[in-house]
């Protein structure tokens, strides 16, 4: 790339959650000349510096394909990820771990200069037992029952050698806690509830009572702050990883307020036994492994997305929360397949 020009960014999963905040915001940076976006379904979204291409990363045969789209990048994000099904870990073994690998050979062979890679909260190994917020030293390896935390901790062994062997690329590996935002609420919905819960009942008079779980802490943040840290990651010269949260922390009394509902102290154990039940009748898509790892996930400690990427979250984790609810009660989606809604907004 010339200094005059801008830089070509291709995006994987860039029809998501997060997918779709950072094409926008990559629609406002100026030292980023174009953006493709890369998707199993081509969106109806329109943005002027965006093009869309298919590619199915769990496939076989399609690495021809995918290394012509990223031959000529100045930079990767890959944010591709699937969260079903849940019942078949070889299903997402297949798009989660071996696409990412596709991608990843794909970045070294072009010799991409930059790889901004989605990691997550739930890479991390369990907090410790104070609760303190953790720095992004902490151990990386997950919680070996949930295949999603499996996944996310291969993939950071994955990249640490990759690192080693291709110094040339500047890879940098984003660690955000939960997050959400209105237009994702549909989308989330059917990931983690399944498609056919009636959104309209999160409604403060059909849900007087929420259980409380004892350690239950967490911590969410609106997704567009996320893709900010995103762009931020590749305009700045910085590596390596980087958590991501707002504040405050998230309890069973922050929720109950926001729902307006009154917690109510119940067993994990018996709150995992009717979740285990309805998933395993494939009421629900998510699982009770996934339940065990959210209990054990460390706060995030952020100062060093502060300080280095000059990064500070616009919105509160509540704010965040709250949209995402407000998303729920009135189906809302976007212009893509993943976050398709009853009304697109």
Request: with cysteine; charged share 25%; proline share 7%.
């Amino acid at each position: 790339m010339k200094a005059s020009e801008g830089l070509k960014v291709v995006v994987t999963g860039a029809t998501g959650n997060v997918g779709t905040s950072l094409v926008r915001a990559l629609e406002q940076e100026p030292r980023i000349a174009s953006v493709l976006g890369l998707a199993r379904r081509r969106p109806a979204l329109t943005l002027s510096k965006t093009e869309w291409a298919e590619v199915d990363l769990s496939l076989e045969g399609d690495e021809p394909r995918l290394a012509q789209y990223i031959e000529d990048a100045d930079a990767v994000v890959h944010l591709a990820w699937r969260f079903q099904p849940t019942h078949d870990p070889a299903e997402t073994w297949r798009s989660n771990v071996l696409g990412s690998l596709r991608v990843f050979d794909a970045v070294a062979t072009a010799r991409v200069p930059v790889l901004v890679c989605a990691s997550s909260v739930g890479a991390y190994s369990p907090g410790p037992p104070n609760g303190a917020a953790v720095s992004e030293s902490w151990p990386t390896h997950g919680w070996p029952g949930a295949a999603y935390t499996r996944e996310k901790a291969y993939l950071e062994r994955v990249l640490d050698t990759f690192e080693r062997d291709h110094p040339q690329t500047r890879v940098v590996r984003m660690r955000p806690c939960f997050l959400f935002k209105e237009e994702s609420a549909s989308g989330q919905r059917r990931i983690f509830a399944g498609r056919f819960f009636p959104g309209a009942l999160v409604r403060p008079d059909l849900l007087p009572l929420l259980p409380e779980l004892e350690g239950l802490r967490f911590q969410a943040m609106h997704t567009d702050d996320a893709a900010d840290a995103y762009r931020r990651a590749l305009v700045r010269d910085v590596r390596g990883a980087f958590n991501l949260a707002a504040e405050p922390v998230i309890d069973t009394a922050a929720l109950a307020s926001l729902l307006d509902a009154r917690p109510v102290k119940m067993p994990s154990g018996a709150v995992r036994g009717l979740l285990s039940t309805a998933w395993k009748l494939r009421v629900v898509p998510a699982s009770p492994d996934l339940f065990d790892a959210v209990l054990r996930l460390p706060l995030l400690a952020t100062e060093r997305a502060r300080r280095e990427l000059g990064w500070e979250p616009s919105t509160t984790s509540l704010e965040a929360l709250g949209a995402f609810l407000r998303g729920v009660r009135a189906g809302s989606g976007d212009e893509t397949a993943p976050l398709a809604g009853r009304r697109i907004g």
